[in-house]
């Protein structure tokens, strides 16, 4: 059975070269700026284990501090030699029940080099699996275009006129504003005619 639990900055030693290794380094967060993050309590590092083995499986890291209420999923991955044996369903449950008193849960997908958009297809899908929708909005990672879900949980997923707010508000817990300017592009969601 897997088990869920919040890791500190030891752990995030041992954990930032997994996400190196599975995100991109345009959309990677300054390993300093999560270690202020936790400290602060902006962020929690999570570790999902089998609670048998103590074997960690998988990883995410979450902004769980917002002016509006929700938390952002910024990194979820689980470890390349558990990965197609249903593990990522049972770890992404068990953060989704994690944050189930909170107006929500966002997450940014992007996929650098994704030439024929089946490796954001496949995210949407398995989001989607969960009962994450996507919402209209203007936000650049590292240069790629982001499609940006949330998991309405006690709020509402009709957040696009806000969105780019709570994102600008979890990434300035992270980067300074140097980092802000080269890393992420936040504006309103285009007006619908």
Known sequence: MLKLRACGHRDLERIYPAFELDFDKKE???KLGVHKALLRGDAELLAVYDEDTGIE???ALVGVRSLYGYVWLKYFSVSPWY???GLGVQAMRLINRRYADRQGILAELT???DEDGSTLRKLRRFFARFGYVEIPSDV???GEKACVVVKPLQGSEEISPYV???LRDFYSRVLTG???QRMVELRPAPKEE
């Open 28 to 30: 990677l967060l300054p």
């Open 57 to 59: 499986v998988a990883y």
């Open 83 to 85: 990965r197609d044996k």
């Open 111 to 113: 996929a650098f080099g």
């Open 140 to 142: 650049t990672i590292g």
């Open 164 to 166: 780019h707010r709570i």
């Open 178 to 180: 140097v980092g802000m």
